[in-house]
């Protein structure tokens, strides 16, 4: 049965109409929710993963996931967080496989700007963070997540995600600013 | 409340301190620097995020939703052909074994028995394996239920949770279909694979160092 191409999607859909017309498995929904989700996706998945091929990935994989679940998608979180969660889920599936296979890590793509040392310094310090103190602080502070939001994505507590970035940050700052840390 | 340079980590992490140190930044150096390269961090942070073309990402994305809408017929195809060459090889075997009778009539009366017989045997013997698998991936469960109830675990912990509650929700789904159909070799292959995939999930989990 080929897809339904969605005409009843208005042209500023508000979230529910958006979902009831995925939940129709209209296309037109999932390419709108694929331009207001993707850009975010792809650069949260590209620090999980340090490769912009496996980010790719992870968000295609996770396209289908929302496609496949959605009908089933119960509406106690907002469409977003749910989406992230899943995203997430298909980040560490990667991750596991790439285990499961030994593959050699993936050296990071790091961004050449020299302009910014910070950044780069700041890129290479996120690698040795705790994993979750690491996701909280790249939803918060890189993607701009609230912490209602992330808090839905880990299925944690607010406090905790607040908890979390705050460690997060302090082991950042011990990193790029006392010199024993080789980064 | 005196606000003192030890203060300052805690106000960090509690806004309602902030107006607290904010005052006391006023005087110190020492803590205005710190909470400078605070929000130093949180601003080469936001230079983090990157975004490039993927001019086919959405293609592909909608390829693959078109493919999910149309049901999966080459998959279920091989499966379907494994499976009916593997009871095809059982039915010959349970014919050559079956006791010979002189008369054409009783040998054809034998092979539809023997075929009926083996189609009832076969089902009661994947009942039986899948309850003992069940009951094995039952124990695995328990084993690491702990785990994965602990609230402060890992999120890739969280993640083994969600994927073996979608397992679950599929595996229900799967078992509910068979009990309409119960000699659909092709269901009974996705709920062994679902099984498989549950295991699988579940001895990772249980092999998982939990202080990460």
């Not at chain 2, 006023?26 to 995020?49: G, P």
Request: proline fraction near 5%; include cysteine.
């Amino acid at each position: 049965m080929p897809l339904p191409f969605g005409a009843t999607l208005p042209d500023n859909p508000t979230d529910a109409e958006l979902l009831q017309s995925c939940k129709r498995g209209e296309v037109c929904a999932f390419e709108r929710l694929y331009g207001l989700y993707a850009a975010r996706m792809k650069s949260l998945a590209y620090h999980l993963l340090a490769s912009r091929g496996d980010a790719e990935d992870a968000v295609q994989e996770t396209f289908m996931k929302v496609y496949k679940a959605i009908g089933a998608f119960e509406e106690n979180s907002a469409l977003s967080t749910w989406i992230y969660r899943i995203l997430v889920n298909s980040c560490y599936d990667i991750l596991r496989k790439r285990q499961r296979l030994a593959e050699k890590p993936i050296l990071k793509e790091f961004s050449m700007d020299s302009k910014l040392p910070l950044k780069v310094a700041l890129e290479r310090a996120l690698l040795k963070l705790n994993e979750r103190h690491r996701l909280v602080f790249l939803m918060f502070e890189v993607e701009g997540l609230k912490h209602s939001e992330i808090s839905g994505v880990l299925e944690v507590p607010e406090g905790t995600s607040r908890a979390w970035l705050f460690e997060a940050k302090r082991a950042l700052k011990q990193m790029l600013t006392e010199p024993r840390h080789e980064i | 409340m005196k606000f003192e340079c030890g203060d300052l980590e805690r106000a960090l992490a509690n806004p309602d301190l902030m107006a607290d140190a904010q005052l006391h930044m006023r005087d110190c150096a020492a803590c205005r620097n710190e909470y400078r390269i605070w929000n130093e961090i949180s601003t080469a942070a936001k230079q983090l995020h990157c975004e490039w073309d993927s001019p086919d990402l959405w293609p592909n994305i909608r390829k693959g939703l078109e493919a999910q809408s149309q049901p999966p017929k080459h998959r279920a195809d091989w499966r379907l052909w494994a499976l009916t060459a593997a009871a095809a090889a059982m039915v010959l075997l349970a014919v050559l074994r079956w006791p010979q009778t002189p008369t054409d009539k009783s040998v054809a009366t034998a092979n539809l028995s023997a075929q009926d017989f083996l189609t009832d045997q076969a089902l009661k013997e994947v009942e039986k394996n899948e309850a003992a698998y069940r009951h094995s991936i039952d124990e695995l469960s328990r084993l690491a239920q702990p785990k994965l109830e602990n609230p402060a675990s890992s999120p890739l912990l969280a993640s083994y949770r969600e994927k073996l509650q979608m397992l679950d929700s599929a595996i229900l789904e799967t078992r509910s279909n068979i009990a309409q159909n119960r000699f659909n070799v092709r269901l009974q292959t996705d709920l062994a694979d679902l099984y498989r995939e549950k295991r699988q999930t579940l001895q990772e989990v249980l092999t998982r160092d939990q202080s990460n």
